[in-house]
């Protein structure tokens, strides 16, 4: 099975920050790795796919990259709309999330 | 514009078999395009994939859920199922329905979400 190691858990942030959050993959994904973003009550939200591409509709704040099987998402200047909790997934072999990451008003 | 909605009965009494279902509208799961899948997410914790379906009826199930959950799907109806069964109150959970943005790609397009409660 795949593993997906996403830190940090918790992330205190203030509007206009530039946010990164990380997801490590415990083999090779190749480029096979999603960002959603969630909130409360709400079905998870695609960002970003293949690790870099920006889903129709989303803002260009957020941003993807790679680096061997370690995986960033950036959101570039943290709005109020952003505070949520984002989720990493693999989709090289079956599925596997991360663990999620609040990001949360400081 | 293709939409999903899950529904099922709310609370599932323990080792009883758990049934929802996934009704897809403005598109046909028939489609050679995509997979189908089930996830859910326990109270306050993250998103655990359950398993997916092909339009030709070929399922996966991660295997911490294999023996339990099943897939499956009426293509006359448009609909998507699953079974758990021998719930206990760890299957307590939001379950959605989601579908891939093109066949093994991220999930694109997501249902609601159907809360489903294991309690005696």
Redesign the interface.
């Known amino acids: 099975?795949i593993q997906m190691t996403q830190s940090p858990s918790t992330l205190s942030a203030s509007v206009g920050d530039r946010v990164t959050i990380t997801c490590r993959a415990s083999q090779s994904i190749d480029y096979w790795l999603?960002w959603?973003q969630?909130k409360p009550g709400?079905?998870?939200?695609?960002l970003i796919?293949?690790s870099t591409s920006l889903?129709s509709g989303v803002p260009s704040r957020f941003s993807g990259s790679r680096s061997g099987t370690e995986f960033t998402l950036t959101i570039g200047s943290l709005q109020p709309d952003d505070f949520a909790t984002y989720?990493c997934?693999q989709?090289h072999i079956?599925?596997?999330?991360?663990?999620?990451t609040k990001v949360e008003i400081k | 514009q293709v939409q999903l909605q899950e529904s099922g009965p709310g609370l599932v009494k323990p080792l009883q078999t758990l049934s929802l279902t996934c009704s897809v509208s403005g598109g046909s799961i028939s489609s050679t395009d995509y997979y189908w899948s089930w996830i859910r997410q326990h109270p306050g914790k993250g998103l655990e994939w359950i398993g997916y379906i092909y339009y030709n009826g070929i399922t996966y199930q991660d295997p911490s859920l294999r023996s339990r959950a099943t897939i499956s799907q009426d293509t006359s109806k448009n609909e998507i199922y699953l079974r758990l069964s021998s719930v206990t109150v760890a299957d307590t959970a939001v379950y959605f329905c989601a579908r891939d943005r093109q066949l093994g790609d991220a999930f694109g397009i997501w249902g609601p979400g159907t809360m489903v409660t294991v309690s005696s």
């Open positions: 099975d999603a959603y969630q709400k079905a998870p939200k695609l796919y293949k889903e989720y997934q989709y079956y599925r596997t999330f991360g663990q999620g």
